[in-house]
């Protein structure tokens, strides 16, 4: 079974630009999160999508930061402009059905660097 | 905010040796999941437990959880290099469908 992609794997770019991270789950999971994880901490939530609802978004700083999950399945986000504390660990996750009970699969990550 | 913590933040064992880290916490839940993060690298799942439970068997994988105190405890036995990673636990609430992670203990086996 093939897990859960993510690209780029590493992003460098000067604050105030755009970036863009792509995921694509497991095939049939029909949750999606993404995840920031900055360095010597856990994963902090940024948005939960089930199907191509969100679920919750409370902690996505929605002046900076969108995202979308296409029909269901692949999803972007995107930090527009970016800040130097924006540095960290994209994480992207997926579960099955996300009913709160669910293992959850990573992906990689995607490691930004804004200098 | 996080809502489990972990404890101790750093662990440095030799190669054969146990390793027990805690994990505690603040609100009721529904269940409690363990998962390692080698270096560079996503996180992998490794245990779940729900609050009816009291503890659960994984190869070298031990946990406990006591919802009276609000905590969990990983014990990895015989411990090997390949261990050496970041652990981290994270809650589920009866009240929403995400986790909320810790900040995670760093394990370092040594040869």
């Known amino acids: 079974e093939a897990g859960v992609a993510q690209s780029p794997r590493y992003k460098i770019i000067e604050k105030r630009q755009s970036v863009a991270f792509w995921c694509n789950p497991i095939?049939?999971?029909?949750?999606l999160y993404w995840y920031q994880q900055i360095l010597g901490q856990g994963p902090k939530l940024l948005i939960q999508f089930q199907n191509n609802g969100v679920v919750d978004d409370s902690q996505l700083p929605k002046d900076r930061f969108s995202a979308e999950r296409l029909k269901g399945v692949d999803s972007t986000l995107k930090i527009q402009p970016a800040k130097l504390e924006d540095s960290a660990v994209y994480l992207c996750?997926?579960?099955?059905?996300?009913?709160?009970?669910?293992?959850?699969?990573f992906g990689p990550g995607t490691r930004l660097t804004v200098l | 905010s996080q809502q489990g913590e972990e404890d101790p933040q750093a662990l440095s064992i030799q190669e054969g040796e146990n390793a027990t880290m805690n994990c505690s916490y603040k609100?009721?839940?529904?269940?409690l999941q363990w998962y390692r993060q080698n270096s560079g690298r996503g996180l992998v799942h490794l245990i779940l437990?729900?609050?009816?439970?009291r503890e659960k068997h994984s190869g070298r994988l031990r946990v406990t959880l006591d919802t009276s105190k609000k905590s969990s405890s990983l014990l990895i036995t015989a411990s090997r290099a390949a261990d050496t990673a970041s652990y981290f636990c994270a809650t589920g609430t009866f009240n929403d469908y995400k986790l909320s992670f810790g900040a995670g203990t760093t394990v370092t086996v040594r040869a």
């Open positions: 095939s049939g999971h029909a949750t």
């Open positions: 437990i729900r609050s009816n439970e």
């Open positions: 996750a997926s579960s099955l059905t996300g009913q709160g009970v669910d293992e959850q699969f």
């Open positions: 609100t009721s839940i529904n269940n």
